[in-house]
């Protein structure tokens, strides 16, 4: 594989059986993610986006293809194997935060980190998406767009080579979604983590340096962005 290729899904396939009826979620699918890369999977809902995204995080098994971290095939590990690569190069954003409730933003941080291999001070996490002064603040106590912030440092905390977001600001006002991008964008920037994001929302995809089109399981479309915008610049 090339140096450069950190992730590389090859004919990857995700078929799903209900009884005798089988639902195609992702049909021969090849995709690369070179280190350092934004890239933004765009596509309405139920084309697939979510599939190709727990693939590439371990969450799931292609049915057939595969799906390589450098020199390593995913499909070809085993579960324990696969924990251990969510847990060394993988961090997870998602749509709903996904925090526990009566934890602190630090200690939902800290949680985190327990199993991690090499994880940094939960404070120092939250201290890079701008919450230091929040840490002992619980998720109610906590706006909609501060609590995406923690799950963003929740992942962070991991140490990943690889952030995925599912839609991560799918919960949010314009506002608040401009400061979560604005944010994953200086750490794609400044920290060089290769970020995969999905989204239905066009807006969204043009802060990426690559937006890769998905329609009905089919990656249909890989485009070089030569002018990504802003994040203060996306609106809808």
């Known amino acids: ?12 396939a995700r078929i799903f059986r209900m009884g005798d009826i089988e639902v195609p979620a992702l049909v021969d699918a090849d995709l690369d993610i070179r280190f350092g890369e934004f890239i933004t999977i765009l596509g309405p809902s139920g084309s697939g986006k979510s599939t190709l995204l727990n693939l590439i995080g371990g969450m799931d098994r292609p049915t057939s293809g595969h799906v390589w971290h450098l020199e390593e095939d995913l499909a070809a590990l085993s579960d324990r194997e ?19 409730p009566t934890l602190t933003a630090y200690e939902n941080v800290q949680a985190a980190t327990e199993l991690a291999e090499r994880p940094l001070d939960p404070g120092e996490a939250l201290e890079l998406v701008g919450l230091a002064e929040r840490c002992d603040h619980f998720p109610a106590q906590l706006s909609g767009g501060e609590q995406q912030r923690v799950s963003i440092a929740r992942a ?24 979560v991008l604005a944010l994953l964008q200086a750490l794609n920037r400044e920290r060089g983590l290769s970020i995969l994001l999905i989204t239905h929302n066009p807006a969204i995809a043009s802060i990426a340096d690559r937006v890769v089109r998905i329609v009905s399981g089919r990656v249909t479309e890989s485009l070089e962005n030569e002018s990504p915008l802003a994040a203060n610049e996306v609106t809808w």
């Open 156 to 179: 962070l905390a991991k140490r990943p080579t690889l952030l995925l977001a599912d839609e991560p600001t799918g919960a949010l006002d314009l506002p608040t979604a401009r400061t």
């Open 82 to 100: 696969l924990t251990r690569y969510r847990r060394a190069h993988v961090g997870f954003i998602f749509q709903f935060y996904n925090l526990i």
């Open 1 to 12: 594989m090339d140096r450069g290729v950190q992730i590389r899904v090859e004919r990857a």
